[in-house]
């Protein structure tokens, strides 16, 4: 995975733009005083919306990563 990081800190791949938006407003979310539903309120299931947040990025995450590993075993083989 570390690889993959800094192949796109490196310019090497680019993050398609629903990834970036993604990786941004769950960063925002997270740390946004507004909340859809409030954890001072319901406690654990106040993650609820955050987590389903995190879950959406890293399927897209995981989709790049497999998309980058997917060139790079075209540009080798």
Known sequence: MWRF????????????PTTWAA???????????ID????LVLG???FAD???LWSIFAVLFVREQ???????A???G
């Open 5 to 16: 990081v800094k192949a796109i800190k490196d310019g090497e791949h680019r993050l398609a």
């Open 23 to 33: 990786a941004i407003a769950a960063g925002v979310y997270t740390f946004a005083p």
């Open 36 to 39: 859809l539903i409030p954890e």
């Open 44 to 46: 654990p299931l106040g």
């Open 50 to 52: 955050d987590i389903g």
């Open 66 to 72: 497999r998309r980058w590993q997917a060139r790079l």
């Open 74 to 76: 075209s540009e080798q």
